[in-house]
């Protein structure tokens, strides 16, 4: 069975830094994308960065030049380094997994259950 875990989330000030990690296990066959989403209260859920397993990374364009996604795949892990934290940026953190299922092209995605973020003074 397939865990996505994610760590790192807490109360920080505005203008501060937080290192969120998200650890999948559970499987042996291998794993492309994985990457952040947040969704705080009220919102809809929006994509935050993703990477492939090639180190190519995408970010939603409110995140670019503060956030830093980063990956280890002997680890199965991924980090999202966050820098110059603004209020806004206050969401539950959910980060992903695209497993590949069996011997096939084909990937499922498994999701963590999130990591909360608040950035207050």
């Known amino acids: 069975q397939v865990q996505v875990v994610e760590s790192g989330g807490g109360l920080v000030q505005p203008g501060g830094s937080l290192r969120l990690s998200c650890a999948a296990s559970?499987?042996?066959?291998?794993?492309?994308?994985m990457g952040w989403y947040r969704q705080a209260p009220g919102k809809q859920r929006e994509l935050v960065a993703t990477?492939?397993?090639?180190?190519?990374?995408n970010y939603a364009d409110s995140m670019k030049g503060r956030f830093t996604i980063s990956r280890d795949n002997a680890k199965n892990t991924v980090y999202l380094q966050m820098n110059i934290l603004k209020p806004e940026d206050t969401a539950d953190y959910l980060c992903?997994?695209?497993?590949?299922?069996?011997?096939?092209?084909?990937?499922?995605?498994?999701w963590g259950q999130g990591t909360q973020v608040t950035v207050s003074s």
């Open positions: 992903y997994a695209d497993v590949q299922v069996g011997a096939s092209p084909l990937r499922r995605r498994f």
């Open positions: 990477i492939t397993s090639g180190g190519m990374t």
């Open positions: 559970g499987t042996s066959n291998s794993i492309s994308a």
